[in-house]
């Protein structure tokens, strides 16, 4: 069973910084890729910043040039490291640990989120 889990969220003000961390525990990590999505009230959930399988990084329009994903392989876990927040960031934050493409058993999972409210 593989589990995903969040941390970092809170209350910050417009302009702050906050880093969110995301742990992933299970043998399958090897054939997965991990990335970031949010999900603001009233609205349908979004990427924010993933790794493809090839390592390389993707992000959101809105959230270019100042969030950054990073990871460490050793402690399975990635972060979002998220600067010049800005009121409209406001939402759940979800990890999300995904089968690669060419993966014969399939899976996605899912963290429970942790909240982002950026705001003064």
């Known amino acids: 069973q593989v589990q995903v889990v969040e941390s970092g969220g809170g209350l910050v003000q417009p302009g702050g910084s906050l880093r969110l961390s995301c742990a992933a525990s299970?043998?399958?990590?090897?054939?997965?890729?991990m990335g970031w999505y949010r999900q603001a009230p009233g609205k349908q959930r979004e990427m924010v910043a993933t790794?493809?399988?090839?390592?390389?990084?993707n992000y959101g329009d809105s959230v270019k040039g100042r969030f950054t994903i990073s990871r460490d392989n050793a402690k399975n876990s990635i972060y979002l490291q998220m600067n010049s927040l800005k009121p409209e960031d406001t939402a759940v934050y979800y990890c999300?640990?995904?089968?690669?493409?060419?993966?014969?058993?399939?899976?996605?999972?899912w963290g429970q989120g942790t909240q982002v409210t950026v705001s003064s």
């Open positions: 999300n640990c995904r089968s690669v493409p060419w993966s014969t058993s399939p899976f996605d999972y």
């Open positions: 299970g043998s399958i990590l090897s054939r997965a890729v």
């Open positions: 790794f493809s399988s090839t390592g390389t990084t």
